[in-house]
């Protein structure tokens, strides 16, 4: 699993994911997020 900040919203599984918040999703999903701009990795000690 991996914390992501959504770019842009977007329904996953069901679930309203709004920009500007984090979600955990699994570590795939969020890398192809990742790739294509729909979210950025998530740093909690930043």
């Known amino acids: 699993?991996?914390?992501v900040k959504m770019n842009v919203q977007t329904m996953y599984k069901g679930d309203l994911f709004r920009a500007g918040?984090?979600?955990e999703?699994?570590?795939e999903t969020a890398e192809r997020?990742?790739?294509?701009?729909i979210a950025?990795?998530?740093d909690a000690e930043v």
């Not at 997020?33 to 701009?37: A, D, L, V």
């Open 21 to 23: 918040k984090v979600y």
């Open 33 to 37: 997020w990742i790739i294509s701009g």
């Open 1 to 3: 699993m991996m914390k």
């Open 40 to 42: 950025v990795k998530f």
């Open 25 to 27: 999703v699994n570590s």
